[in-house]
Nanobody, 122 residues
Framework: QVQLVESGGGLVQAGGSLRLSCAASGRAFRDYVMAWFRQGPGKEREFVTIISQTGSSTIVADSVKGRFTISRDNVKNTMYLQMNSLKPEDTAVYYC???????????????WGQGTQVTVSS
């Protein structure tokens, strides 16, 4: 399996931006589909966005479409989430995850990071 470590979370005002990173180690990063999920306070974990192994395909949840962009660098073994125009409802712990299939279903992801907190103040 691949080991994942998120970073880049923090406190930001509404309308601001943050960039999250997910550093991978272990098995070949390029072999994995990568995704971001999030869990807000009192909510279940939800899908945010996904990127294919080469980066040629992505899916973005409607709630963040036009504001969040996923990308990856297979040389640096790192995935990114650029978050713009942040809203208070984006407040959550953000998790990166790795899978062998292009799926938005949580149970298909076998490797998870520990999460990074993003807090958006109004």
């Amino acid at each position: 399996q691949v080991q994942l470590v998120e970073s880049g979370g923090g406190l930001v005002q509404a309308g601001g931006s943050l960039r999250l990173s997910c550093a991978a180690s272990g098995r070949a990063f390029r072999d994995y589909v990568m995704a971001w999920f999030r869990q807000g306070p009192g909510k279940e974990r939800e899908f945010v966005t996904i990127i294919s192994q080469t980066g040629s395909s992505t899916i973005v949840a409607d709630s963040v479409k036009g504001r969040f962009t996923i990308s990856r660098d297979n040389v640096k073994n790192t995935m990114y989430l650029q978050m713009n125009s942040l809203k208070p409802e984006d407040t959550a712990v953000y998790y990166c995850a790795a899978a062998g299939v292009f799926s938005t279903i949580e149970k298909d992801f076998g490797s998870w990071g520990q999460g990074t907190q993003v807090t958006v103040s109004s």
